[in-house]
């Protein structure tokens, strides 16, 4: 199993941010499902991943998509260091969240 593959889903949820309802569910459903899937090793490795063009983890990515907030925290748990991350644009995931309208829940988290 690749690392990237919970960085691809983030990613996927990401594009579907202002898509339907069911499309935005079906993309959370992917990664829950994934988290659920994977043994903790492979979820740590998975969760601080970085892609090397836009230097974004799976978490500046997720909170772009405007998920829900035990989400989030499933992933800021793999990896608590990936909050003090800066993307390519010197963003921290919090400023990421910020820039796409995440909600107050996800802000606190």
Not at 1 to 11: G, P, Q, R, T, V
Not at 87 to 99: G, K, Q, T
């Amino acid at each position: 199993m690749s690392h990237d593959e919970l960085y691809k889903l983030c990613s996927a949820a990401k594009t579907k941010r202002n898509g339907s309802d069911e499309e935005r569910e079906a993309a959370f459903k992917n990664i829950q499902d994934w988290l659920d899937n994977n043994d903790e090793d492979t979820r740590k490795n998975a969760a601080c991943h970085t892609n090397q063009i836009k230097k974004s983890t799976p978490l500046h990515e997720i909170v772009a998509a405007r998920p829900s907030m035990d989400m989030v925290s499933q992933i800021i748990r793999l990896q608590p260091e990936t909050i003090k991350q800066e993307n390519a644009r010197n963003r921290l995931p919090i400023e990421v969240a910020l820039h796409y309208d995440a909600s107050n829940d996800i802000l606190i988290v």
